[in-house]
């Protein structure tokens, strides 16, 4: 479930370098190599945390366009589920700690039903639209048409059912918090929960927007690059002939996700052309719908936990925030 909610909630501002992650009970905000962690705690208190952002994308190779999507990807994975994990200790300090070796072993159960979800479904799913007359062989257009189809069903579907469940809602909130209030710093204005309430909790910059742009994209890549492996004799036998696609169809979530990440970084910039302006807004449309059903309204103690963690990770302009009173557990940026 954590992977799942890291995965969704993933967002980074990429013209202010301000992003975050809802979290349980808060949320985080990170700007450029660190972020502040804020929540709300069983006594009704507000503790933030200060910690330097994880990266593995260090390396000048790994930053290059077209290659620092996965790498980008795989850090926010990281350092969203440890935020999470942090999240938990602090709203719930008495409950039972997750080990290392829970987490890990949740992690990889989490990663096998993804590619289970996301991978294998929608391959066999097109597969029996094809035996049903429904749609073509897998060297066809329509059998990824399907397969895509089913991804983005199956991905909806399953944030419209976890958005039921009260402590997801919560989470939810917080997205929605957290998009207002960084809409209120961008537009200048005095950051406080009251003026954020006001601001929309649709961002066009939301991280959100990067999984709806995988799914888009998979259809497209999988239409132009499966066709062509199958030119090479694979096997006679259709289950060994399905299986490499499969594994193939994985490895291109690397390259997809890296193609994804450069779309919806030109759909977050703005430009003095028109037509290029159209076309981002357009880009841009599908991730602001997608976000109705990933962020929920906040309530003002939601909003009033998001100033705080701006504010906690600008370090200045103390003027433009106004906060109510929260305790700080540390004083130095800490991994």
């Given at each position: 479930?954590?992977?799942?909610l890291?995965?969704?909630?993933?967002?980074c501002k990429?013209?202010?370098?301000?992003?975050?992650?809802?979290?349980?009970?808060?949320?985080?905000?990170?700007?450029?190599?660190?972020?502040?962690?804020?929540?709300?705690?069983?006594?009704?208190?507000?503790l933030?945390?200060?910690?330097?952002?994880?990266?593995?994308?260090?390396?000048?190779?790994?930053?290059?366009t077209?290659?620092?999507?996965?790498p980008?990807?795989?850090?926010?994975?990281?350092?969203?589920?440890?935020?999470?994990?942090?999240?938990?200790?602090?709203?719930?300090?008495?409950s039972?700690k997750?080990?290392?070796?829970?987490?890990?072993f949740?992690?990889?159960?989490a990663?096998?039903l993804?590619?289970?979800?996301?991978?294998?479904?929608?391959?066999?799913?097109?597969?029996?639209?094809?035996?049903?007359?429904?749609g073509?062989?897998?060297e066809?257009?329509?059998?990824?048409?399907w397969?895509?189809?089913?991804?983005?069903?199956?991905?909806?579907?399953?944030?419209y059912?976890?958005?039921?469940?009260?402590?997801?809602?919560?989470?939810?909130?917080?997205?929605?918090?957290?998009?207002?209030?960084?809409?209120?710093?961008?537009?200048?204005?005095?950051?406080?929960?009251?003026?954020?309430?006001?601001?929309?909790?649709?961002?066009?910059?939301?991280?959100?927007?990067?999984?709806?742009?995988?799914?888009?994209?998979?259809?497209?890549?999988?239409?132009?690059?499966?066709?062509?492996?199958?030119?090479?004799?694979?096997?006679e036998?259709?289950?060994?002939i399905?299986?490499?696609?499969?594994?193939?169809?994985?490895?291109?979530?690397?390259?997809?996700?890296?193609?994804?990440y450069?779309l919806?970084?030109?759909?977050?910039?703005?430009?003095?052309?028109?037509?290029?302006?159209?076309?981002?807004?357009l880009?841009?449309?599908p991730?602001?719908?997608?976000?109705?059903?990933?962020?929920?309204?906040?309530?003002?103690?939601?909003?009033?936990?998001a100033?705080?963690?701006?504010?906690?990770?600008?370090?200045?302009?103390?003027q433009?925030?106004?906060?109510v009173?929260?305790?700080?557990?540390?004083?130095?940026?800490?991994?």
């Open positions: 479930m954590k992977f799942f890291s995965l969704f909630s993933w967002l990429f013209s202010t370098h301000m992003g975050g992650q809802a979290v349980m009970g808060g949320l985080i905000m990170r700007n450029y190599n660190q972020y502040a962690l804020a929540v709300r705690n069983d006594e009704n208190e507000i933030v945390e200060h910690h330097s952002w994880y990266s593995i994308s260090k390396h000048r190779l790994l930053q290059k077209f290659i620092r999507g996965f980008i990807l795989l850090e926010t994975l990281i350092n969203g589920i440890k935020a999470l994990n942090r999240s938990a200790d602090l709203v719930a300090p008495h039972q997750t080990s290392l070796f829970q987490a890990i949740s992690l990889i159960i990663l096998f993804a590619v289970a979800l996301f991978v294998v479904l929608p391959h066999l799913f097109a597969l029996g639209m094809e035996y049903l007359g429904f073509g062989t897998i066809n257009l329509s059998f990824h048409v397969d895509g189809l089913f991804k983005i069903s199956l991905f909806l579907g399953y944030i059912c976890i958005a039921l469940i009260p402590s997801v809602r919560e989470v939810l909130e917080y997205h929605g918090a957290e998009h207002k209030v960084i809409s209120c710093y961008e537009n200048e204005m005095i950051v406080s929960a009251q003026n954020a309430k006001h601001c929309s909790r649709l961002h066009p910059r939301c991280g959100t927007s990067f999984i709806l742009f995988v799914l888009l994209l998979a259809i497209i890549v999988h239409s132009i690059f499966i066709p062509l492996i199958l030119f090479f004799p694979l096997s036998n259709n289950a060994i399905h299986s490499v696609v499969i594994l193939f169809k994985i490895v291109l979530i690397i390259p997809i996700s890296a193609c994804a450069e919806i970084r030109a759909s977050a910039k703005g430009t003095s052309n028109h037509f290029l302006q159209i076309l981002l807004k880009l841009s449309f991730g602001l719908v997608l976000q109705i059903l990933t962020t929920k309204e906040p309530s003002i103690a939601q909003l009033e936990v100033v705080i963690a701006l504010r906690e990770v600008v370090q200045d302009n103390a433009l925030f106004e906060t009173p929260y305790k700080t557990l540390d004083n130095e940026y800490k991994g």
